[in-house]
Nanobody, 118 residues
Framework: QVQIVESGGGLVQPGGSLNLSCVTSEITFRAYDMEWYRQTPGKERELVASITAVDATRTYADSVKGRFTISRDNAKNTVFLQMTNLKPEDTAVYFC???????????WGRGTQVTVSS
């Protein structure tokens, strides 16, 4: 059974940092583009960062450029999201999403809560 499990969320003060991890199992991880999304109540899920399977090309939402870094470790079937200089508007549930480079199938994790507050 495919599993995608996020961890590393929590409460942090503005200007602080958090490192999210997403561990996958039962997929050929190196064949999957990996993405981090976030969602707040009443809003649509927003793509925050992505990293491709083929060449690890990274893309970021404008709102997080220069502050967040996505990376992957294919040997550990894990994708990371390093978040620095966090702002209250970064508060959200962060979801990990894996999508095969051929666009199907795709899998979601259950999310991890990030709260930025003083």
């Amino acid at each position: 059974q495919v599993q995608i499990v996020e961890s590393g969320g929590g409460l942090v003060q503005p200007g602080g940092s958090l490192n999210l991890s997403c561990v996958t199992s039962e997929i050929t991880f190196r064949a999957y583009d990996m993405e981090w999304y976030r969602q707040t109540p009443g809003k649509e899920r927003e793509l925050v960062a992505s990293i491709t399977a083929v060449d690890a090309t990274r893309t970021y939402a404008d709102s997080v450029k220069g502050r967040f870094t996505i990376s992957r470790d294919n040997a550990k079937n894990t994708v990371f999201l390093q978040m620095t200089n966090l702002k209250p508007e970064d508060t959200a549930v962060y979801f990990c999403h894996g999508i095969h480079w051929q666009k199907v199938p795709n899998y979601w994790g259950r999310g991890t809560q990030v709260t930025v507050s003083s």
